[in-house]
């Protein structure tokens, strides 16, 4: 039997705006295995932060719904939880890393505050138990001089501390799963590679399983075991690393590799995606990435890809792919 930590299933969450609602994510699906990591990737507005954000259900209920779908956490949906219930899974079964660690902390309580107040409510550790614990965790994340730190506030640290001080916090309770989302867009090139280093590190030693957002690819070439790629609140793609980079099927999946800046080569113009993502609320019935696609065909403004295996773990919606299989191309 597959040891899945996380299966989601036809996830679909809208948004109220005004004249109606959008699907912002329209019938995700996807499972990860115990132990390994799996990098979500696609352009600003594709959903990846949404479906994030499903999963540990923190969508704002004001305009957001989760209209369907199923995120069974080790065979539990989550969707089902009492809300109380499921303040007891976030922070400590799974947690979450946000992209920008200046606003996630808060400016006004010390570092180790923050951190010991966490396991205080999860797992009720206080006094000097929890102070060794805070440390523990400092240490853990790289962080030195670990006893001035506790003491002092976010402003006092750089982003790439305060980012450590994030992951340090999100993983203090030793959750099963960690999402982080853009876990290094904030920072430069060389604490971007410590922080991957980092959550690479612990992930084996806390046999963590991971799923990593980002729009780099050398993120997820770097940390993932499995890519899923998301257009428009979609899977459009999805494979082992290696697959995905040696054989990436979809046209979208295709563009992104052809973009990425590390293969340019001095001189010549910049390669792009023509086109951007298309409103979610004005979207038609075919695929959604029809108008920015150099292989559309009618089929495809008329009908809507399905996500179909091809070989073992690669997945792809498209009717290019189709044709050519049945040899109609
Ligand atoms: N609270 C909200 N209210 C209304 N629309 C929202 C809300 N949160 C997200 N959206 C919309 O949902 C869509 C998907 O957003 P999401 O944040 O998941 O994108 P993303 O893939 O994470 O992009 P980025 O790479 O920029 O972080 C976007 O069109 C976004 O504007
Ligand atoms: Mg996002």
Redesign the pocket.
């Known amino acids: 039997m597959e040891d899945n930590i996380l299966e989601v299933r036809d996830l679909t969450t809208s948004?109220k705006?005004s004249g109606g609602k959008f699907k912002?994510v329209d019938g995700v699906s996807f499972k990860l295995k115990r132990g390994k990591v799996l990098g979500i990737v696609?352009?600003?507005?594709?959903?990846?932060?949404?479906?994030a954000m499903s999963i540990m259900r923190l969508i704002?209920k004001q305009?957001?719904l989760i209209e369907n779908g199923e995120v069974l956490f080790e065979g539990i949906n989550l969707l089902d939880l009492k809300e109380l219930d499921m303040n007891r899974v976030r922070g400590n079964e799974i947690s979450m890393i946000f992209q920008e660690p200046m606003i996630s902390l808060n400016p006004v309580i010390k570092i180790g505050n923050q951190i010991g107040e966490i396991l205080k409510v999860h797992r009720n550790i206080t006094g000097a138990q929890n102070k060794k614990r805070v440390i523990e965790m400092l240490k853990l994340v790289g962080i030195k001089r670990e006893e001035e730190i506790i003491n002092e506030y976010p402003h006092q640290l750089s982003g790439g501390m305060c980012q450590r001080v994030m992951i340090a916090m999100a993983l203090c309770c030793t959750p099963k799963l960690l999402i982080a989302d853009?876990p290094t867009t904030a920072l430069d090139v060389t604490v971007q590679a410590q922080v991957l280093d980092l959550i690479n590190d612990i992930k084996d030693k806390l046999n963590m399983s991971v799923i990593v957002?980002t729009?780099d690819l050398g993120v997820i070439c770097e940390v993932s075991d499995e890519v899923m790629v998301?257009y428009a609140g979609n899977v459009v793609e999805k494979a082992p690393v290696e697959e995905i980079f040696d054989n990436p099927i979809h046209p979208y999946t295709m563009g992104l590799m052809n973009s990425r800046p590390e293969d340019f080569k001095k001189g010549e113009p910049l390669k792009c995606i023509k086109g951007k993502v298309p409103k979610?609320s004005e979207l038609s019935e075919g695929c959604k990435f029809v108008n920015r696609c150099d292989y559309a065909m009618d089929i495809c403004k008329r009908c809507k890809p399905q996500l179909k295996t091809i070989k073992s773990g690669h997945d792809v919606s498209c009717f290019k792919y189709d044709l050519e299989e049945e040899g109609k191309l």
């Open positions: 948004f705006v912002a696609g352009e600003s507005g594709c959903g990846k932060s949404v479906t704002e305009n957001g853009e957002i729009h998301m979610l």
